[in-house]
């Protein structure tokens, strides 16, 4: 959905964007016009690929990415030699992922199947994995009822003995609301990212805009939004052990911000 409404964006971003008046179309960051920012962040971000793979490396079989998105954790999982299947809802999402396999080296993307699927409600035809991977805290786009869904899920795909890995993050309010940060892209183009959050509060909201140095003096200025639910690795943990999915290691990854860490944690059906 595309608006040049700006009175949803909270906190700094909203002020901003209020500056720049009818001029902001706002998007949301996984709808057509946000698939490819998302895209170009994703393929430079290289955080937990490191920590997943190897977690993989060590149970062997074919392995199911859920929210598999263009395939930032598609391809490293494919270099392990694995067979694939990739589930992402979003169908913008599901055409650069298929892209990008075609334009993979030969053999990698013979390997992969690529299912457009919701994470929270679905059925591979009796297909089990030794592995269901869900990474970039994808978890927190789902409330409770999705990720009951989900859990429910994972365990009636998953192999006896198998692992269900995600990623969650820790958030540290001290440093205030907003936390203004900017990084680049995989094609260098750079991106002013901010999160608006307040202790407490049970959903972050991030939006991502042109660095102000680059921002046109004329002409649209494209904002791209999503909102990101908070989840402690403490209370998923709680969470997966009442669905019957009992969290057996967490590991603590490198620091991604000021005010995030991330966690990888992973569960075995009990």
Known sequence: MT??????VPGLAGEILAGYGDRVHVHDLYDEAGASVYHDLAAADTSEIR??????????????????GS???????????????ALELKE?????LKERLAEAPAGIGGRCTVVQGDMSAFALGGATFAVVVLGTTSISLLDADGRAGLYA??????RPGGRFLLSTVDVDGADGDDLDLEAAGASGRRYRMIEH????????????????RETPQDGPVPAFTTAIRVLPPDD???????????????????AASPRHTDVLLEAEAA
């Open 3 to 8: 608006t040049t409404r700006t009175a949803a």
């Open 51 to 68: 920590e997943l793979t190897r977690a993989v490396r060590a149970v062997p079989g074919p392995v199911l990415e859920l929210a598999a």
């Open 71 to 85: 395939g930032r954790l598609t391809l490293p999982l494919l270099a392990l030699g694995r067979e694939v299947t």
């Open 92 to 96: 913008s999402m599901v055409a650069l």
């Open 153 to 158: 899920a994972v365990r009636a795909h998953l």
């Open 197 to 212: 959050w307040r202790s407490g509060q049970e959903v972050r909201k991030v939006t991502i805009l042109p660095p102000e």
């Open 236 to 254: 998923l943990t709680r969470e997966l052990a009442s669905a019957g999915l009992r969290v057996v290691a967490r590991h603590t990854l490198p």
